[in-house]
């Protein structure tokens, strides 16, 4: 059997929208210490991990490891129906037929609602990533990630990463024009939430498809700080705490440099 | 395809007034339909001929039935002591132009679009060496917006940027009624470029998504391959929907590149997971019968 609480179901919400476009389907892993999920795109160059810890939940029970193969899709469609401060509890039972149940329930009106949601058999990946000594690691406010993102990808499909002991610098180039978004690391800011920090043991310098840099940043709604980790022609990782009894990670693989691509 | 705009001028608007103060108009007509033209239209009066204006019956273009807005401007373009009061301009933007605005990869939101023909129209009544003092606009997206971009644009002149600004200035009125008539006529007499073009015995209807003639119209001239005829703009959500519904799936190379030649896979960093870390899969047998683990006894 299979239980877990959440105090809020706008949680799940805003990590089901945040993935929703990139991954369709989900083979959820559940164990006794954690609910997580790692799924790559349909092209295969971005990948999800997703880890819910038992710390986050208000209750959580997984009598043994399984699997939970759900559309991402039909999951959103269920948790349409939760307001944000709902509780949520899922439900799996094993002898019960291949569904999940989800049930919302509001405690100031006392009202529960269960939506039971069809589960499917998906494959669960069995490659994972392997342990990286990232070059740079940078932590900024997410919402100002979010912001470079979508200002530069108005010029540009690719965004270019630099950085060094001086800052962090990205850049899109395109027919049109370029834009440049160049930050220093803080060193007085009052606000913890709003420091750009940055940890270089190697310069880097990478491009990326600023396509994929735009979906991830949707779970900006998830936390005010992201983590970007970095190394020379090896996947970004962009990652959001999530309470901190979790994260939300996303993989991103390097464009192809043109002198690769030549024949 | 008719990606070119060019701006279509009454015969008095060239040198209209001959330097005395003018007020100019802006409206459009057509922006929310799916199919057909968005007109825009710029019309220009002597500030002294506001009453002329309202006896000609421009006071309220939405009050007015379609033949009463067609005798106006049959007026506006015969009558040669209505030329002297009034002259106008138009900019017709075909549905092609409009969807490849829309469309295209630097977005060209249909804001930016209206914006940029009503100050393509004000600039060539400038050209044309008419004395704007005044211009009142029909308002497209936050107000105060439009008007400090005009204002910078067009230093000098007052201007005026509001909701329902033809029922509140004849001008304005007066450009509506060019739009519309100009639209309704386009519509109606639409030259289609593309052979068998399936119209429906009642025709295609006023343009707008829920309008059933119109709706019939596009479930009827869905081409399976090269989606819809000109007539129709392609990028609003309507359209979208019956080309995904109905259409032969397509896959664009620039979409492609973009995710995934360009990109790298994430499988050749990517090692095999410990196989404690692997989740067993149960047997079917067992599936099938909803059978599970005792675990206390």
Known sequence: MFEAKLANAGLLKKIVESIKDLVTDAPFDCSETAMSLQAMDSSHVALVSLKLEVGLFDTYRCDRTINLGLSLAN??????????????????????????????????????????????????????????????????????????????????DSLNITATKAGIVFTGKGDIGSSVVTYSPSSNTDDETEAVTLEVKDPVNVNFSIKYMNQFTKATALSDRVRLSLCNDVPVVVEYPIEENGYLRFYLAPKIDDDENMD | MSLKCETERSKTWNNFGNGIPCVLGIDEAGRGPVLGPMVYAAAISPLDQNVELKNLGVDDSKALNEAKREEIFNKMNEDEDIQQIIAYALRCLSPELISCSMLKRQKYSLNEVSHEAAITLIRDALACNVNVVEIKVDTVGPKATYQAKLEKLFPGISICVTEKADSLFPIVSAASIAAKVTRDSRLRNWQFREKNIKVPDAGYGSGYPGDPNTKKFLQLSVEPVFGFCSLVRSSWKTASTIVEKRCVPGSWEDDEEEGKSQSKRMTSWMVPKNETEVVPKRNVYFKERHMSNILTF
């Open chain 1, 75 to 156: 999951m959103s469609k269920a948790l349409k129906c939760a307001n944000n401060d709902d509780t949520c509890m899922l439900k799996y039972e094993e002898n019960e037929g291949d569904s999940i149940i989800f049930t919302f329930a509001d405690p100031k009106r006392d009202k529960t609602q269960d939506v039971t949601v069809k589960m499917m058999d998906i494959d669960s990946e069995h490659l994972g990533i392997p342990d990286q000594d990232y070059a740079v690691v940078c932590e900024m406010p997410a919402g100002e990630f979010q912001k470079t993102c979508k200002d530069l990808s108005t010029f540009s």
